[in-house]
């Protein structure tokens, strides 16, 4: 391969990494068929390969790609016209601008004008079991490979991809019109879009396997979503709450690497560069959910959690006793082994790391938590705070085992060489 082939292709991968969930939702908006948007966007994928490394690439390559896999659309429907010439006409039609078709078209304020989550809410189609959905919607929107939405399930990569399979499937059989539900169904998918918002936003947070620890393009997209989400039912408490999550993380992006990509972890973090403003929208958020009147569910008690970290001046100062009750209630709510072991991180802030190796050994008992990184991670942190070091050793040994992303695993290397 030669270097201009080479660069065409790591364009290629960027531009299909930070464009996808847009590509597929705009052609699925103008195909009105979700699997032959991803087909079409596949094949302008194709193209892209092919002609780029000769011809260069295009000043808007996400345009590119849409206006390549629209006119393979036009003419496929055109080679079937002769079978069936209502797809001739729709083709014919599709071709005239769509935002002239629409200028008069009257103002509908419980219109998805956003192409991304209008195709996050079609694929939440209440036909699809929750797990299909979040599966199906985390492959095609949020760009996730079926390893890291196993990572994310915590199942094995076999069950997600009959998951997805099945979904496409019984998307095709049941007739499911892609288009956007009437705001009278918006609850009926609405636990199943945040968790999908949720699950990008974490992968993009930290990312599940690759060179990468963040994906900030991936968490910031997971965010704006959810502030358009907001504005689209602000009467639903845990949306805001989402928000409200997400811009607290966000807000820390500027001090979680360091100048070469490296992590660097909460107690080290430069705390005067983290973004005032959007903690500030953060806790506004918070606010919104809050004066709702109807309590706090599993995203708004995160949020909280998150607050208390970044309204914090130092790891010293922060309120490590309030966190532990925000997980506590949060465990009552939304059990979860995740959870626990969070919970006992801060118990081990709050109470010492003793009590927090109780906690987490009963989780290692329990075998709920086999194969996910972070529990023999924390564990060999509590060890290493006792002392314990031999035990500590092998614990960010195996964790070392565990964990996909390359530069998590450097991490814990360095904390094995410091033992």
Not at 210 to 228: I, K, N, P, Q, T
């Amino acid at each position: 391969m030669t270097e201009v082939d080479a660069s065409a292709r790591r364009a290629v991968e960027a531009v299909w990494r930070i464009e996808s969930a847009r590509i597929v939702a705009t052609l699925t908006r103008y195909t009105h068929d979700f699997a032959l948007a991803e087909d079409l966007a596949q094949d302008a994928l194709a193209e892209a390969l092919a002609g780029w490394p000769e011809h260069g690439v295009p000043a808007n390559p996400g345009a590119w790609l849409v206006a390549v896999a629209k006119r393979r659309a036009i003419d496929g429907w055109r080679r079937a016209a002769a079978r069936d010439e209502k797809y001739a006409q729709l083709a014919r039609e599709r071709e005239i601008n769509e935002t002239d078709a629409g200028a008069n078209a009257p103002w509908d304020p419980d219109a998805i004008d956003d192409d991304v989550l209008r195709l996050v809410f079609i694929a939440c189609h209440p036909v699809l079991s929750r797990e299909a959905s979040i599966a199906l919607t985390l492959r095609t929107v949020g760009g996730l490979t079926t390893e890291e939405i196993a990572r994310a399930f915590l199942v094995p990569v076999a069950t997600v991809q009959q998951r997805i399979v099945r979904a496409k499937k019984t998307l095709a059989a049941a007739a499911v019109p892609f288009e956007v539900p009437a705001r009278e169904e918006y609850a009926g998918r609405l636990s199943a879009v945040l968790s999908v918002l949720y699950l990008i936003f974490n992968e993009g947070y930290a990312a599940a396997s690759g060179s990468e620890w963040m994906r900030a393009d991936l968490a910031r997209e997971a965010l704006r979503l959810a502030r358009v989400l907001a504005e689209l039912v602000p009467r639903e408490p845990e949306v805001h709450g989402l928000a409200a999550l997400m811009e607290f993380l966000v807000a820390r992006f500027p001090a979680r690497l360091d100048a070469d990509g490296n992590p660097i972890l909460l107690a080290d973090q430069d705390r005067a560069r983290w973004d005032r403003a959007l903690i500030a929208r953060g806790r506004a958020a918070l606010a919104r959910a809050d004066a709702l009147g109807r309590g706090r569910g599993p995203y708004g008690l995160q949020a909280a959690i998150a607050e208390c970290h970044d309204i914090a001046a130092s790891v010293d100062e922060t309120d490590w006793a309030r966190i532990v009750v925000l997980y506590e209630a949060l465990g009552r709510i939304a059990p979860s082994p995740v959870v626990e072991l969070n919970r006992a991180v801060a118990v081990s802030m709050a109470e010492g790391p003793a009590t927090a190796l109780r906690l987490v050994d009963e989780l290692v008992a329990a075998g709920s938590l086999a194969g996910y990184g972070q529990l023999p991670g924390v564990r060999g942190e509590l060890l290493a705070r006792l002392g314990r070091a031999e035990e500590a050793r092998a614990e960010f040994t195996r964790a070392i085992a565990q964990t996909a992303n390359e530069r998590e695993r450097a991490v814990l290397e360095g904390k094995l060489r410091a033992l």
